[in-house]
């Protein structure tokens, strides 16, 4: 492949994506219009059966002469809508707190819901308290047939069981009651109880005489639009979404990179609990006793704005029809904290951290997290807990990277000879006498041209856990490191007037110093590279860098930093091992060793064997 067709091949990649960006066809956008509207449809009805029962007895009073007979319909239009649970449509909206040190949530008497969520120990990149959903934002509803009537707890008001508008949890555990007084021998009660140092909350739903009603189909509604709180919108959306686990322990989620506008899924088995996961924060509802089944939605905004992602759930409740039941629930208000999560081991909600899959996530979970949570006890300069986590790795692949370096020193002395060869056999038509040449040099002097690739090709589980672990690392968040303002998002050091196509409208100094090291270092390991092979394959060595400058830019300032770490690390290592290397002694090994006759192995004496034919069949065709 000569330059001209490398040069080709790019340029038609480029007038392909380019072409992608500025053209949608038709009918995608039309069928994505309909999926989005058949998924929504599902959560509007509801809205419209509100908006239809408004204009009935609407219409119904105006017809009504006097006021009297006008107040007299409204209520009886109302009774006819909500039957006994007509007293609760009735009352003014109070707000009631619980906080710990860590949360503060927010209840409202209107639908006896939480109305908002604040977590104490954060902030968003603007220095806005971070509040994971609001009243304006969220719905909490409890909805059921009660009588062949809908009722939907989002409408009624409940009562708290207290005076006092704020409850703060120190030495033990508080609870807030709201209730829902139905008759006297029948009534709702949502208990919430808030315990110190945690993120979780325990959620109890009591139902007492309510299968008087003849009580059916018992579903909650569970509505958020999550809001954008970090810098880079782009890695914030590509780490948000929904995750559920089914009551066997397989956790599913809906793929965070999709570029469906909306993914939904019907769950028809028991579910233990279901998550609205930001890329640093979660909502996670919880049944201690599993839901039934669950209807799931999310909405992805691809536009940076108020919020990043719309969450709505369904959820068929474990109803009993009993004459007193209580149902036992939780919710987590917390951040996507490894170590945090890890203490609720039953529920295994430590999975909410995005750190890779099988060979991955354990290498996560058992080395980089330990190691990084280690350096953390003793030092809260993240910039050098990232370097000497760096060094600490590299210390450990010393081994590898030493291999590597003799196997490329073995291969940079003989590339002279390697040249010869090519000088010898400069026709394409000679290709397969110059591979056979090529190596049989290889195999006097006792060298494997795959040895310095096989030492690094083992360190790319490393490479890849840390593109997994740093943008995933809440402790990251808001930390700064010399211009750096906020490791878990990118740094910038140029803001651009216009947006480049997967760049972006900046320019970040990490990911170019990790292109310049990575270059650089591929120059040097291409030194043991002959001229007069495939001269073409040099110029697409250069091509990948560039690439993941590109698709780095955006990206974590903490995982551009750790390349550029390593980067430099293995450049001086590289230097150190040159110092300490006699090549010319190599040399002289290498001759010693062709010098001796070599016995053929059975192996290689089949593939001369299967050269031979194939060179006498290629003469044979030229006849």
Not at 313 to 318: K, V
Not at 365 to 394: A, D, Q, S
Request: hydrophobic share 40%; aromatic share 12%; with cysteine.
């Amino acid at each position: 492949m000569d330059r001209n067709s490398i040069v080709g091949i790019v340029l038609i990649g480029v007038i392909l994506i380019g072409y992608s960006l500025i053209t949608k066809p038709a009918r995608e956008a039309q069928m994505e219009a309909i999926r989005r509207s058949d998924s929504l449809a599902r959560i509007e009805q509801v809205r419209r059966q509100e908006q239809q029962q408004v204009q009935d007895y609407g219409a119904e009073v105006m017809d009504t002469p006097d006021n009297a007979s006008r107040d007299s319909v409204m209520m009886s239009q109302k009774q006819r809508n909500y039957g006994v649970f007509v007293g609760a449509l009735e009352g003014e909206e109070d707000f009631f707190t619980l906080e710990n040190d860590l949360i503060t949530v927010e209840f409202s008497t209107l639908g006896g819901r939480p109305y908002s969520a604040l977590l104490k120990d954060y902030v968003t990149h603007d220095s806005l308290p971070v509040v994971l959903f609001d009243g304006d934002s969220s719905k909490f509803d409890l909805q059921f047939f009660a009588d062949n009537r809908r009722i939907n707890t989002g409408e009624l008001y409940f009562v708290p069981g207290t005076t006092k508008k704020n409850q703060v949890v120190t030495g033990g555990s508080k609870s807030l009651t709201m209730r829902l007084d139905i008759v006297d021998d029948a009534y709702i009660e949502y208990i919430y109880t808030l315990h110190p140092g945690k993120y979780m909350m325990d959620f109890d739903i009591r139902l007492v005489g309510m299968e008087q009603f003849r009580t059916d189909n018992m579903t909650y509604l569970y509505e958020i639009y999550f809001p954008s709180t970090e810098k880079g919108f782009q890695n914030e959306n590509n780490y948000t979404t929904l995750y559920y686990r089914y009551k066997d322990g397989d956790i599913e989620k809906f793929n965070m990179r999709s570029k469906k506008t909306i993914q939904e899924e019907t769950a028809t088995t028991q579910l233990e609990w279901i998550a609205y996961k930001h890329q640093f924060f979660s909502t996670v509802f919880i049944a201690k006793d599993n839901f039934e089944s669950a209807y799931l939605m999310n909405e992805r905004f691809d536009e940076p704005g108020k919020y990043v992602r719309h969450f709505s759930s369904e959820i068929d409740m474990p109803y009993a029809r009993s004459h007193d039941q209580t149902m036992s629930m939780a919710f987590y208000f917390g951040p996507n904290h490894h170590t945090t999560l890890k203490k609720y081991e039953d529920w295994k909600l430590e999975n909410l951290v995005t750190v890779g899959g099988s060979v991955i996530r354990w290498l996560n979970e058992f080395v980089i997290i330990p190691i990084f949570n280690w350096l953390n006890r003793y030092m809260t300069n993240y910039g050098i807990i990232i370097l000497l986590l760096t060094l600490i790795l590299k210390t450990a692949l010393f081994p590898l990277t030493y291999k590597s370096y003799k196997s490329q020193a073995v291969m940079r002395v003989l590339k002279p000879q390697v040249d010869e060869i090519g000088e010898k056999f400069p026709k394409k038509e000679d290709a397969m006498k110059k591979q056979q040449a090529t190596m049989d040099l290889y195999k006097k002097a006792g060298a494997n041209p795959l040895g310095g690739c096989l030492p690094m090709l083992l360190q790319m589980p490393i490479l890849y856990a840390m593109f997994r672990f740093f943008p995933a690392s809440i402790e990251l968040r808001g930390e700064s490191f010399l211009w750096a303002k906020d490791l878990s998002t990118y740094d910038s050091i140029l803001d651009l007037p216009f947006e480049i196509p997967m760049y972006g409208d900046h320019v970040s100094l990490f990911t170019l110093l990790m292109t310049v090291t990575t270059m650089l270092s591929m120059r040097i390991n291409n030194q043991t590279q002959s001229t007069s092979a495939m001269p073409g394959m040099k110029t697409m060595m250069y091509i990948m860098p560039v690439m993941f400058m590109v698709i780095l830019n955006n990206f974590s300032a903490a995982l551009t930093y750790y390349y550029f770490l390593a980067n430099v690390i293995t450049l001086g290592q590289n230097f150190l091992f040159k110092q300490f290397t006699d090549e010319e002694k190599i040399l002289k090994k290498i001759n010693a060793k062709k010098a001796k006759p070599k016995k053929k192995s059975k192996w290689q004496a089949r593939l001369e064997e299967m050269t031979k034919q194939q060179q006498q069949m290629q003469k044979g065709k030229k006849r």
